[in-house]
T-cell receptor, first 113, second 116 residues
Framework: DQQVKQNSPSLSVQEGRISILNCDYT??????FLWYKKYPAEGPTFLIS?????DKNEDGRFTVFLNKSAKHLSLHIVPSQPGDSAVYFC????????????FGTGTRLQVTL | DTEVTQTPKHLVMGMTNKKSLKCEQH?????MYWYKQKAKKPPELMFV???????INESVPSRFSPECPNSSLLNLHLHALQPEDSALYLC???????????????FGDGTRLSIL
């Protein structure tokens, strides 16, 4: 039972363009959402998070949007850079479970020149 | 550079061996976590320590034994592992419990474990 889904296993974007990574969830108890980036042979690196009381959070080139009614969140990267090429995981946690992060299956982003 | 340090980076062991994975953080975080990640799969939570006490065990087999000697260190003792336990083992820490305010977990680079 995959409670957090990233339906696009891969995405290719040209340098300078916008990258949009999508994530859907099924558990309505999730109230905190995070995006992580992972390079090969490294652990996940925290990028940005959003709590369910907000619908948008921005940090530099990264913006996360949350649509609670659709149980959907997205990560926008603009402008995309070659160094952004990595696997991106979304993750979610629910109040009451305190700290259990449920991860999506990841989307491999390739930013081309 | 990650602020969560895991050693060793790679470990190959037989099914009868006893070994330990180590994790260290000096960010003053009070929650620490062990995750297991198989190839092409997302990380899966194994254990959570909060204020040096085990608060969550995700029904992990007893051949994995966590230990938190102090607030900066987290160990994972391994004994009599099976070939299917081969995976990347990730340690993470957070200021407190994720889910209570914006307190993301920060990960180490992992230990890649191979069981012969």
């Amino acid at each position: 039972d995959q409670q957090v889904k990233q339906n696009s296993p891969s995405l290719s974007v040209q340098e300078g363009r916008i990258s949009i990574l999508n994530c859907d969830y099924t558990n309505s108890m999730f109230d905190y959402f995070l995006w992580y980036k992972k390079y090969p042979a490294e652990g996940p690196t925290f990028l940005i998070s959003i709590s369910s009381i907000k619908d948008k959070n921005e940090d530099g080139r990264f913006t996360v949007f949350l649509n609670k009614s659709a149980k959907h969140l997205s990560l926008h990267i603009v402008p995309s850079q070659p160094g952004d090429s990595a696997v991106y995981f979304c993750a979610a946690s629910a109040a009451g479970t305190a700290c259990k992060l449920t991860f999506g299956t990841g989307t491999r982003l390739q930013v081309t020149l | 550079d990650t602020e969560v340090t895991q050693t060793p980076k790679h470990l190959v062991m037989g099914m009868t061996n006893k070994k330990s994975l180590k994790c260290e953080q000096h960010m003053g975080h009070r929650a620490m976590y062990w995750y297991k990640q198989k190839a092409k799969k997302p990380p899966e939570l194994m254990f959570v320590y909060s204020y040096e006490k085990l608060s969550i065990n995700e029904s992990v087999p007893s051949r994995f034994s966590p230990e938190c000697p102090n607030s900066s260190l987290l160990n994972l003792h391994l004994h009599a592992l099976q070939p299917e336990d081969s995976a990347l083992y990730l340690c993470a820490s957070s200021q407190g419990m994720t889910g209570r305010g914006n307190q993301p977990q920060h990960f180490g680079d992992g230990t890649r474990l191979s069981i012969l």
